[in-house]
Every structure is written in C-alpha cells, then in structure tokens.
C-alpha cells in the first residue's frame, strides 16, 4: 500500500513509528535535513519539494498512491495538497490542522483532519489501518490501551488467551455481539470481537501485528480435507492432479479419493484399472494423503455427498472440456455448493495457479469470494487480479466507477495484511462477457454462490453463467451472509 506523507515534522515522525509494514511512505518535504532524520524510524522514499505543487506530488506518485497524510506546518499547503489528491481520486486522505480555525476548511474537502500532533498520529493511523478501531495514551504515554477487532484471518482467531503467552500486554474486555467479556486465561478468541488491549507502549507495534495479522486459513473454515472423484486415469482426466496442488497449496491436511470398490466391479478388467490408477496417484502424492473412499453407484453422487459424512474443506469436479460440458459442470458445481455449503473447484487443468482472478464487490458474496482469493493468492504466491464490473454509464450515472474503486481499495486493505499483491481492473458492462476477456491462461477464478439464484435477464443464473463460461479453473464458495 502506497501512502504520500507531506510534511517531516513531529507528526510524521509519530505515525511512521506506527504505521504497519504493509505500508510503502513517500514523505514530501523542503528541508532536506529533516527529511534525512526520517532514516532512523523507518525506510522510507523521501522528496524535497513543495507539498502544494502538483508536479511535486505527481514525482511522489499521486497517481498511483492508495492514501494521502497533509502534516506539514502549512495549512494552505496542506489543504491544497488535499484538494489535488482529491481530484486524483485517492481515497484515503488526512490532515494535521496547524491552526484549529481552519479545521471546517479541511472537513469541507471531506478529509479527515486532526490536532495537535499526538492525537493526529493516532485517528490517522486508525483511518489507515481498518482493523484498528480506537486507541488512547496514559501514564505519561507509556502505556497504550487499543480496542481491535479478530478478522476471520487473524493468527490469534480460535486460540486461548493462555496460549499466546503475553508478557508486554493484557487483554482487558471482549465485545461479542452485545456481549461483554471480562476474559481470563481459558477464554478463546473467536472472528468478530472486539478486544480491548492494555500493553507497553513501546511494544505497540508488536501487540498489533499478534492480533491483527493475516494468516490463510483455506479451506478450514469449511472442512479439513479436500475431495476428488477418481473416474478416468489421471493421465486421461487432470482433475485428480490439479486436486493434489490444491491440497499442497492450501491448509488441507488430506485429499480424499472417492472411486469405484474394485471388490464390487464385474469386470476384472476394469477392477484392474481401478487398482492401478491409485497405485499411480500414490506415486504422484509426494507426501500428500490420500484417504481413499471405495463406494458402489454414482461416484460424482457419492463424491457431493461426501460432506455430509466427514470434514470436507472443497469438492473437486472436472470442469468440461467443451462448451457444453462446462457449462453442465457448472450447473452441477452450483447445486452441490447450495446444498453442503461447500466450495467446489472446477477443474480445467491450470494448475499451478499464475494470478487468482476475482470480482471486486462490496458484497456478502464478494466478502465471501475475497476471503478465499486473499488466502490462495497467499498458498501460491501469486498476485491477485480484481474485476470490478459497473453497469454502463447510462444506466448506472457518474457514481458507479467511484463504488468500482472501493470495492478495489477495500479488496487491496484485506489482501495488504496477508502481503498480497493486488492488480484492480474496472470495466463497464455484461460481467460475464468482462471477466472472460481479463482471462488467462493459469488463472483461477474465484467467485461466491448466494443462497438464492442470483438471476439476469431470461432467467440465467450470473453465477453459473460465468463458471460455466470461463475458461479456466474456477473456484465456487459459499457467499456470507450480507451484514
């Protein structure tokens, strides 16, 4: 994340101590000796200029910056510093006020503005850091009391307070919906709480980073194990093998083999090949386990059912090869995912994965799908490319692209605390069609099934009209509900 600081005075100083590493500072300053000081605090990029020229800020990178911080001693450089970052469409955009008098100046720009120093550093940092929701000094600023909220990806989420072992800090309450909680040593973290921390000032960042950092977790808010259909020899059928990278490259501790029972098939030939396509996978594992699940009837049958007997994280399914066989697959993949709230990967051989592909949406169901993106985007260290797809402009009027840049901005703060790249798209029209042009070989797309079809016009489904058109291996998971 890229943030342009004006100014390198006390209030600099203060919020680059606190800023967590995901962020990148440029800092704009005339003093070239202040701006030489800033080396003992951080690394940073530092330009000698003047903050209200444009050119000064376009050589800071205004155009591609994700947050502006005015803090120089220069209310009206300050304020016109503001007003060019809002006109380049930066988002996130604050302010130190030199005099109190000119704070009505500053919150007519519609940025968020603070004074004096020490409690700038502090609302600013909460405005930039999303997770962190209030914080406040006491005993002569050596102590710090923060209230943070557990995302579903933080390292401490499902872990007893005992477990983490503090020695610089206590946990003092916990907000749980509408419950408070005087915590003790058994009390275990869960997503959504608000914890209030009481810890050494000094250790502020680190008490940070324990409780807000991001950690991948796919597939295990859905299950432990992912699941395969063994129905042709791997070498025929690669949905077998794309299944085993899924397991190496997630926190799946097993692939379950759901296939014919040799011991029930007639024919011995047939038996025969059975017994050989798994004494193959066994030496393509390479550490891996297989949990193998002979069954009669169906296998795709038993395969969706699979969930309902054991700890299922992902179903794997063969994508289809053809235009009509996708398009049945996805059918089938939607079903299965509303009926065991299971992700469903359709596999169409792109393995390993080269950018994770997913739609930008302020949404339930785009939470749901950025979630899982986020985390394998993390497993295959591969960047993340995010679609946001806005109706045409005469039907959705001018404020379409500016919803189109948050849904990108949020996506690139939740994938920023996992250290993921994230590349935003906007484009305008049919989804469907949008999201098939931004394809490429070795993507995975992943998007998220509603409870209830989400239908466009005739009746087809959106979900299923772009798994079952795009052309690469597409990942379906469950959409949250919307808050």
């Known amino acids: 994340m890229r943030l342009i600081l004006l100014g390198a005075g006390g209030v600099s100083r203060e919020l680059l101590r606190r800023l967590g590493d995901v962020w990148e500072a440029t800092v704009v300053d005339p003093d070239e000796r202040r701006l030489a000081r800033l080396a003992a605090i951080r690394t940073v990029r530092t ?199 899924l397991v190496r490259n997630t926190r799946a501790s097993a692939l379950v083999l759901v296939y014919h029972d040799p011991k029930r098939v007639r024919d011995p030939t047939k038996a025969d090949e059975v017994r050989a396509w798994l004494e193959q996978l066994e030496r393509h594992a390479e550490g891996v386990e297989l949990r193998p699940r002979p069954v009669t009837g169906s296998v795709i049958g038993a395969l969706v059912e699979q969930p309902m007997r054991e700890s299922i994280g992902t179903l794997v399914l063969d994508g289809g090869r053809t235009r009509a066989a996708a398009r049945t697959a996805a059918a089938r993949a939607i079903r299965a995912v509303r009926r065991t709230a299971t992700p469903v990967l359709l596999a169409r051989g792109g393995h390993p994965y080269r950018r994770i592909v997913v739609p930008a949406r302020r949404t339930g169901a785009g939470r749901s799908a950025a979630r899982a993106a986020i985390d394998l985007a993390r497993f295959c260290q591969a960047p993340i490319e995010a679609i946001a797809v806005t109706d045409p402009e005469f039907l959705s009027g001018g404020g379409a692209p500016l919803e189109a840049r948050h849904a990108i901005a949020v996506l690139e703060e939740e994938a920023a605390v996992q250290n993921v790249a994230v590349h935003g798209a906007i484009a305008r029209g049919n989804p469907v069609l949008q999201i098939q042009r931004h394809a490429a070989p070795g993507d995975l797309l992943v998007i998220a099934v509603p409870d209830h079809a989400h239908r466009r016009r005739f009746g087809r489904e959106l979900a299923g009209l772009i798994a079952g058109r795009y052309p690469h291996s597409v990942l379906l998971v469950p959409a949250a509900e919307e808050a």
Do not use: W
């Not at 209310?75 to 469409?89: M, T």
């Not at 943070?148 to 503090?166: F, M, N, Q, Y």
């Open 47 to 245: 330009l000698a200029g003047d903050g209200s020229s444009r050119v000064v800020l376009e050589r800071a990178g205004l155009s591609g910056a994700d947050a502006l911080i005015a803090a120089t001693g220069d209310d009206d450089v300050n304020l016109e510093a503001c007003r060019l970052a809002r006109e380049a469409g930066i988002l996130r955009i604050g302010a130190a006020a030199r005099r109190p008098d000119r704070v009505e100046d500053y919150r007519a720009l519609g940025v968020t503005v603070e004074s004096p120093q020490a409690l700038a550093a502090r609302r600013l940092e909460l405005s930039l850091e999303s997770r962190r929701l209030a914080s406040a000094a006491f005993a002569g600023g050596r102590a710090e009391a923060i209230e943070l909220r557990i995302e579903t990806d933080s390292p401490v989420r499902g872990r007893k307070l005992r477990e983490l072992a503090a020695e610089s800090y206590i946990v003092g309450a916990i907000l749980r919906g509408d419950d408070l909680i005087v915590p003790h040593g058994e009390t275990v973290l869960e997503a959504g709480d608000l914890v209030t921390i009481v810890g050494k000032g000094a250790e502020f960042a680190e008490i940070v980073r324990t409780f807000t950092g991001g950690t991948g977790r796919f597939p295990m808010d859905y299950g432990k194990r992912i699941a395969v259909a063994l129905t042709a020899a791997p070498d025929e059928n690669q949905t077998v093998f794309e299944a085993l990278t």
